[in-house]
C-alpha cells in the first residue's frame, strides 16, 4: 500500500491534511453559525453554504490557468498566505449587523480564493510524481492514498470544532442545546411561543442567572457565535503546520513543481526529452471532451454529497436523536475512531507483511488497538449527549478506514485484469450514492415535514443509525468517485492544461456545490421523502448517462 510510493507523496499529504483540518473544523460548525447568529432559515443558510463551497471549488479553474503560467509551488504559496487572512477575519469576534456580515462575506472571499490557488495545483504536482515511468503504475493508488490522508484532519475537525465550542460556552457557565438559538431568535423576534420551553433549558445553566428570557436570547446568542468564531481560528494554526511541512520536506517533490512551460525552458538547447510526448490537435480534442463529459457527472455527485454540511445537518439538528447509547456510542468517541482506523491497517499488515516477525507484530498492534477503542468505549457514559456536528466525523473516518479495502479489492482485480477503468468506478459511484440517499428516504418515512416543524425541532426523534449507515454508504460511493476522477484528470490532461483541466474538475465540484442549495430551497416545501428522492433520481440519470459514453471515454485514455 505504502511501500515504493515517493517519498514526495507523503510531504505533499501531510501538507494537505493540516490544510484540510482546519478547513472541515470551520465547516462542521459553519451553517450552525451563520443560522444561530444572524437567524437565517434554513433556505437562507443552505444558499449562503453553497455559495460558499461552489467559490471554494471554482477558484481552481483560475488557480490551474495562473498556475500554467507562472507555476504550482508558487501559488500554493500564495495561497496559503490568503487562507490565512481569510480565517483569521473569520476568527475575529463581530456584531450581528451589517459590518458582521461584509466581514464575514469578505472572509469566506479571501478562503475561497486561497483555496483556489491552493488546492488543485498541490495535487497537480502529485500527479506529476507519476509521470515518471518508474511509479506510473502506482497513480490511482496513490492518490487513494493522498485522499485518505486529507480525510484524517477531516476526521478530527468536528470534534476540535464542538471540543472548542463548548469550551468557550463552559466559560460562560452555558452548554450547547439544538433547541435554543431557534427559540431565542424568536425570542427576541418578539415571538414567545417557546418561552417555557427556553425557561426550563436556562434552569441547569449558571451563565443564566437572574435573566429573563429575552435577556438570556441575547447574551446566548452572542456567546455561541464568540465560540464559533474561536472554533475558526483553528483554521489558522492548522495552516501554520501545513506551511511547515510543505517547506521543510520540498526537496522530496521539487522536481515535480514544474508546469509545461518550464519543462520546455528545461528542455532548450539540451539533450533531455520531454516528460510526455506532445499530443496531436485530434487526440488533444478528444481528452479535453472526454474530461468534461466526466465534469458534466461528477456535477451532480457533488450536490448530493455536500448535503453533509446543509441539509443533512439539519437533519442532524432537528430530526436525530440527541443522545445515543449502547454500541452506538463508540462512533461519537474520536478517539475510539481513531485507533479503530489505524487497526485497519495493521490488521491488513499481517497479510501483507513479507515476514513473520511483522505478522507477528501487527497481531500484536491489532489486537492492543482494539482493546484501547474498547476501554475507551466502556469508560463512556450511557447515554451520551451529541451535537449536529459530530456525524460530519463519520464520512471521514469511513474514507481513512475503508481505503485499505478499496486498495485491496481493486489491486486484486488489476491482477487478474478486471479492474474497471476509472470512469466505470465513477458510474459505480453514482449507482451507490442512490442507495445512500435511499436509506434516508427510509429513515424520513412518517416524519413531519420542515414545514410543519416551522424551524423547531421534531418531537419524534430517529436513531443516529440511520444518518451514520447513509455516511458509510455515501463514502463508498466517494472513494469510487472522488479520488479515481482526480487520477484520471491526470492522467489524461493535455500536458499543456493540466492547470487548467484541475481547475475544470473543481469547477465542476463547484457547480455541484452550488445546487446543494436545491435541497435546501425545498426544505420547507415538501416532504422529507421527497427531498431525498430528487437526489436519488439525479445520482440515477447521471449513472445513466456515463454509462451510455463509457466507450468513449475509455478509449480517451488509451
Same mark, same amino acid.
Given at each position: 500500500?505504502?511501500k515504493?510510493q ?15 483540518? =482546519?478547513?472541515y ?5 459553519f ?25 471554494v ?12 503560467r507562472?507555476?504550482f509551488g508558487?501559488?500554493?504559496t500564495?495561497?496559503?498566505?490568503v487562507? %490565512? ?10 456584531g ?9 462575506f ?5 478562503i ?22 518508474k ?5 490511482d493508488?496513490?492518490?487513494? *492514498? ?6 484524517? =484532519? ?11 465550542t ?9 452548554f ?15 415571538n ?10 436556562? =434552569?441547569?445553566m ?5 435573566m429573563?428570557?429575552t435577556?438570556?436570547?441575547?447574551m446566548?446568542?452572542e ?18 503546520v501545513?506551511?511547515?511541512i510543505?517547506f521543510?520536506?520540498?526537496s ?5 513543481? $514544474? ?8 528542455? $532548450?538547447?539540451s ?19 472526454? *474530461? ?8 451532480? %455527485?457533488?450536490?448530493?454529497f455536500h448535503?453533509? =454540511?446543509?441539509t443533512?445537518t ?17 462512533g461519537?468517541n ?8 489505524v ?5 491488513f499488515?499481517?497479510f ?9 507484530i501487527s497481531?500484536i498492534?491489532?489486537?492492543v ?27 471521514p473516518f ?5 481505503t485499505?479495502?478499496?486498495?485491496a ?11 474497471p477503468?476509472?470512469?466505470r468506478k465513477i ?7 442512490a442507495?445512500g440517499f ?6 424520513s ?8 416543524l416551522?424551524g ?9 443509525n440511520?444518518?451514520i ?22 492522467k ?18 463547484a457547480i455541484?456545490?452550488y ?15 421527497g ?6 433520481a439525479?445520482c440515477l ?5 456515463i ?7 475509455e478509449?480517451a485514455?488509451r
Amino acid at each position: 500500500m505504502f511501500k515504493n510510493q515517493p517519498k514526495g507523496l507523503f510531504a505533499l499529504a501531510l501538507a494537505n491534511t493540516g490544510e484540510r483540518f =482546519g478547513y472541515y473544523t470551520m465547516l462542521a460548525i459553519f451553517l450552525l453559525f451563520i443560522q444561530a447568529k444572524f437567524g437565517f432559515d434554513a433556505a437562507v443558510a443552505t444558499q449562503i453554504y453553497s455559495i460558499f463551497l461552489a467559490g471554494v471549488y471554482f477558484m481552481p479553474l483560475f488557480g490551474g490557468m495562473l498556475a500554467d503560467r507562472i507555476g504550482f509551488g508558487r501559488c500554493v504559496t500564495l495561497g496559503i498566505a490568503v487562507m %490565512f487572512l481569510g480565517y483569521l477575519c473569520l476568527a475575529i469576534p463581530t456584531g450581528a449587523d451589517t459590518m458582521g456580515k461584509i466581514m464575514m462575506f469578505g472572509a469566506l472571499a479571501l478562503i475561497a480564493i486561497g483555496t483556489g490557488l491552493f488546492k488543485g495545483n498541490l495535487q497537480v504536482m502529485v500527479g506529476n510524481l507519476y509521470d515518471d515511468p518508474k511509479y506510473a503504475d502506482k497513480r490511482d493508488s496513490a492518490f487513494s *492514498l493522498f485522499y485518505m490522508a486529507i480525510n484524517i =484532519g477531516a476526521m478530527f475537525a468536528p470534534s476540535m470544532a464542538k471540543a472548542v465550542t463548548n469550551f468557550f460556552l463552559g466559560k460562560s457557565g452555558l452548554f450547547y442545546d439544538a433547541n435554543i438559538p431557534a427559540i431565542a431568535h424568536q425570542i427576541l423576534d418578539g415571538n414567545m411561543e417557546n418561552a417555557d420551553k427556553l425557561t426550563a433549558l436556562m =434552569g441547569s445553566m449558571s451563565g443564566a442567572s437572574g435573566m429573563d428570557v429575552t435577556q438570556f436570547s441575547g447574551m446566548y446568542i452572542e456567546k455561541l457565535s464568540t465560540a464559533y468564531n474561536y472554533g475558526f481560528g483553528v483554521a489558522c494554526i492548522s495552516l501554520i503546520v501545513s506551511v511547515l511541512i510543505y517547506f521543510s520536506c520540498r526537496s522530496w517533490f521539487r522536481h515535480a513543481d $514544474v508546469n509545461a512551460k518550464q519543462l520546455a525552458k528545461t528542455a $532548450v538547447g539540451s539533450a533531455a526529452k520531454p516528460a510526455e510526448p506532445e499530443l496531436s490537435k485530434e487526440q488533444t480534442k478528444s481528452r479535453i471532451t472526454a *474530461l468534461m463529459l466526466v465534469f458534466a457527472v461528477v456535477i451532480f %455527485f457533488w450536490m448530493a454529497f455536500h448535503q453533509n =454540511g446543509a441539509t443533512l445537518t439539519i437533519f442532524a439538528r432537528d430530526y436525530t436523536s440527541h443522545d445515543v447509547s449502547g454500541l452506538t456510542r463508540i462512533g461519537f468517541n474520536i478517539w475510539s475512531l481513531a485507533l479503530i482506523a489505524v487497526s485497519i491497517y495493521t490488521l491488513f499488515n499481517i497479510f501483507q507483511s513479507e515476514s513473520r516477525k511483522g505478522r507477528i507484530i501487527s497481531g500484536i498492534a491489532t489486537a492492543v488497538l482494539w482493546g484501547g477503542a474498547y476501554a475507551l468505549y466502556a469508560g463512556m457514559p450511557d447515554p451520551v449527549k451529541i451535537q449536529p456536528s459530530d456525524f460530519q466525523q463519520f464520512n471521514p473516518f469511513f474514507v481513512v478506514a475503508l481505503t485499505p479495502v478499496s486498495l485491496a479489492i481493486f489491486g486484486v482485480l488489476a491482477r487478474k485484469g478486471k479492474e474497471p477503468s476509472a470512469p466505470r468506478k465513477i458510474g459505480m459511484g453514482m449507482l451507490v450514492a442512490a442507495i445512500g440517499f435511499l436509506i434516508m428516504t427510509m429513515g424520513s418515512m412518517g416524519l413531519a415535514s420542515p414545514k410543519e416543524l416551522g424551524g423547531a425541532v421534531s418531537d419524534t426523534l430517529v436513531s443516529p443509525n440511520w444518518l451514520i449507515s447513509t455516511y458509510l454508504v455515501l463514502t463508498f460511493a466517494e472513494l469510487l468517485l472522488s479520488p479515481m476522477g482526480i487520477s484520471f484528470v491526470s492522467k489524461v490532461a493535455p500536458p499543456k492544461y493540466k492547470g487548467a483541466m484541475m481547475g475544470c474538475w473543481f469547477a465542476a465540484t463547484a457547480i455541484g456545490n452550488y445546487l446543494v442549495s436545491i435541497p435546501g430551497l425545498l426544505w420547507d416545501k415538501i416532504p422529507l421523502w421527497g427531498v431525498w428522492s430528487v437526489l436519488i433520481a439525479l445520482c440515477l440519470v447521471s449513472a445513466v448517462f456515463i454509462f451510455s459514453i463509457m466507450k468513449k471515454l475509455e478509449s480517451a485514455t488509451r
